[in-house]
Antibody, heavy 120, light 108 residues
């Protein structure tokens, strides 16, 4: 069974930083692309960032480019999202999501999400 | 960026009725890489349909998808009580990956 467990969410002030983590199990981690998808309170889904299975390729939504950095540690089956210069509109539940193949595909599995609140 | 427009925004139906949801893309979706997700309150989304018409593992056959190019349809043949939720379409054929705004299927 695929399991994705996010952690690291919390309350942070505008301009601050936060690091999210996602621990994966139940599949061969380095053979699948991984993503972060967020959902602001009461709103729809927004893709944030993706990383290929090897970690060689990374992609970002324009809204986070230059502020967020996605990475993965395939030796620890862990995905991370380093978020800096946070803004109020970054407030959302952040989901870790596994794509269906090494460099893309649909989101076949999701974590339960971790809430990030940016507020003073 | 491919913009996905879902309609209607809300669908009010009774159990046993048929639900038909639309997802229209601003440009052709590459290789029909279009997925549909269901999300219930307080839960993560789960994939129902991928490749426009393929059911994900374990998804009942009352759920179906069709379409190609820029026009896609998602159908629930007979609504069960557990099907009342929000449904999102998503294209994964080109970057950035994008989602539609969602259709809420509510109990009439």
């Amino acid at each position: 069974e695929v399991l994705l467990l996010e952690s690291g969410g919390g309350l942070v002030q505008p301009g601050g930083s936060l690091r999210l983590s996602c621990t994966a199990s139940g599949f061969i981690f380095n053979t699948f692309a991984m993503n972060w998808v967020r959902q602001a309170p009461g709103k729809g889904l927004e893709w944030v960032s993706a990383i290929s299975g090897s970690g060689a390729n990374t992609y970002y939504a324009d809204s986070v480019k230059g502020r967020f950095t996605i990475s993965r540690d395939n030796s620890k089956d862990t995905l991370s999202l380093q978020m800096s210069r946070l803004r109020a509109d970054d407030t959302a539940v952040y989901y870790c999501a596994k794509q269906s193949y090494w460099n893309g595909g649909y989101f076949g599995s999701w974590g339960q999400g971790t809430l990030v609140t940016v507020s003073s | 960026e491919i913009v996905l427009t879902q309609s209607p925004g809300t669908l009010s139906l009774s159990p046993g009725e048929r639900a038909t949801l639309s997802c229209r893309a601003s440009q052709s979706v590459s290789t029909n890489y279009l997925a549909w997700y269901q999300q219930k309150p307080g839960q993560a989304p789960r994939v129902l349909i991928y490749g426009a018409s393929s059911r994900a593992t374990g998804i009942p056959d009352r759920f179906s998808g069709s379409g190609s190019g820029t026009d896609f349809t998602f159908t629930i043949s007979r609504l069960e009580p557990e099907d009342f939720a929000v449904y999102y379409c998503q294209q994964y054929g080109s970057s950035p990956l994008t989602f539609g705004g969602g259709t809420k299927v509510e109990i009439k």
